[in-house]
Structures are given as structure tokens and as C-alpha cells.
């Protein structure tokens, strides 16, 4: 916890949009989904994307590697590998909610080659039926599937029972909560 609070202080980039809806009551993150001293996010629900389709979720950019962690209790419902999606994880947390974390790492640290394989997408141990704990690390933020020639960042889907719902005030939130939090701790070193 220390070395979270830590890295947060040093947060240097956020962006942010004011949020259009209020996160629900019954479900909240306990973890922002990257653990980074440089996050980049805002609400991108809807934008415009290729073939007519509307962006389902929030882009979170970091560098490539930084640890993707679950943003609650859950268990793995599917790692796969998409032309699109590139590697992916799908956790199913309580009251109907489930997390997708996209673009995942394809290449070997250091490099844009596409041949990390799954040893350097998926944390050893995260399969189909495991238990995944709140800040648990799932995988490494990447560029895979057709984010290839973006920035390396998590596409990040909030699913409410099998229908995707704009997780931005849900990803605000818990980052505010963390941000207060390091703002304790600093007042009481
Ligand atoms: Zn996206």
C-alpha cells in the first residue's frame, strides 16, 4: 500500500472530463485499473470509431508494462486473443457486473515486435474459473489487436448484466478516493 500511495503522489498527468453520470451505489472499483505514476484518462464513452461503431468503454493510457490489476473481487470468466481486442481479460465481480481489459501487451518489454507472447500479457495463474483479488495483478498494458498503431492503453469495458455501461464515473471515482488518500498520507508523515 505504501508504495501506491507513493506512486500516486507523483502523478503528473490527468485528464478529466466532468462526469455525465453518477456511479451506482451497489457496485464501486476498490482499484484503479492501472497502478502508475502516469495515468491518462477521460470520458470517451461513444466517441466515434471506425465502421460506425461507438466506443463502448474508456481508454486508459500508460506506458507499455505498467501492471493492469483487477478493479475488484472477481472471478475469470475469459482470456483470449481477438484481432481486434487483441489479449484480453473478462472478470465477473458481484451484483451482475463484469470488467474487460483490452489491447493488452503483445511484445516483448523494451520492443514493438508483437512476439511477447502470453508470458508478458497475462499474469501466470489468471485462467478461465480463477478467483482474482481487488488489486490484483491480471496483466500488462499494451498495444495489441487494432490499437497497434496508437499509444499503448487499456480499453476498459464496464458490463452490467452483459450490457456495456460507461465506466468513467466509475474509474473517477476510485481514482479520487485513491488521490484523497494520498493526500492523508501525506499529511501524516
Ligand atoms: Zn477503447
Known amino acids: 500500500m505504501r508504495m501506491l500511495l507513493v ?36 470520458n470517451d464513452w461513444g466517441a466515434g470509431r471506425s465502421g460506425g461503431r461507438r466506443h463502448q468503454g474508456t481508454d486508459v493510457f500508460s506506458s507499455k508494462m505498467t501492471p493492469v490489476v483487477a478493479v475488484a473481487d472477481g472471478f475469470v470468466e475469459r ?22 481489459y483490452m489491447h493488452l501487451n503483445n511484445d516483448t518489454p523494451g520492443t514493438d515486435d508483437g512476439r511477447g507472447g502470453d508470458e508478458f500479457a497475462i499474469a501466470e495463474g489468471i485462467e478461465k474459473g480463477a478467483f482474482v483479488q ?12 487494432n490499437a497497434e498503431p496508437t499509444r499503448p492503453h487499456t480499453h476498459f469495458e464496464l458490463h452490467r448484466n452483459g450490457r456495456p455501461i460507461n465506466p468513467y464515473p466509475y474509474l473517477a471515482d ?12 501525506q499529511t501524516l508523515v
Open 7 to 42: 506512486a500516486l503522489a507523483a502523478i503528473q498527468i490527468v485528464t478529466f472530463q466532468s462526469s455525465p453520470a453518477e456511479a451506482s451505489e451497489e457496485f464501486r472499483f476498490e482499484y484503479f485499473p492501472h497502478i502508475d505514476v502516469e495515468v491518462e484518462f477521460h
Open 79 to 100: 482470456v483470449h486473443k481477438g484481432p481486434r481486442s487483441g489479449y484480453y481479460v473478462w472478470i465477473r465481480h458481484s451484483a451482475g457486473y463484469s470488467t474487460w
Open 134 to 145: 481487488a488489486g490484483e495483478t491480471i496483466a500488462w498494458v499494451g498495444d495489441s489487436g
Open 174 to 185: 476510485v481514482w479520487e478516493r485513491e488521490l484523497r488518500l494520498t493526500e492523508l498520507h
